[in-house]
Nanobody
């Protein structure tokens, strides 16, 4: 019913920038909070940044001042601008929608995309 597709990952040198995008599609009426998570090799998935439908944002301490999350509610899209990238930012980045209201009623909770790989070389 709901699909999330990420794009924008890649290989970048330390100090560089990338912009990730995530588009949600399906029978969507609206989406509550959307967020970006990442999972480094051999580690658990962690929250990077989140944004509510009203624009309130939350960031992990490790990315504050370097990453910016934004969204376009009309297009069901969330972005993550990543600047001053560090090798420790290397991970697979996943998009999440915590609660999706469907047209005609009902909800989908905790929808995930397949992820996009970000690799930062030193």
């Amino acid at each position: 019913q709901v699909q999330l597709v990420e794009s924008g990952g890649g290989l970048v040198q330390a100090g560089g920038s990338l912009r990730l995008s995530c588009v949600a599609s399906g029978n969507i009426f609206n989406i509550n909070a959307m967020g970006w998570y990442r999972q480094p090799p051999g580690k658990q998935r962690e929250l990077v940044a989140a944004i509510t439908s009203g624009g309130t944002t939350n960031y992990a301490d490790s990315v504050k001042g370097r990453f910016t999350i934004s969204r376009d509610n009309a297009k069901n899209t969330v972005f993550l601008q990543m600047n001053s990238l560090k090798p420790e930012d290397t991970a697979r980045y996943y998009c999440n929608a915590d609660r999706v209201a469907l047209r005609g009623g009902g909800y989908v909770f905790n929808a995930w995309g397949q992820g996009t790989q970000v690799t930062v070389s030193s």
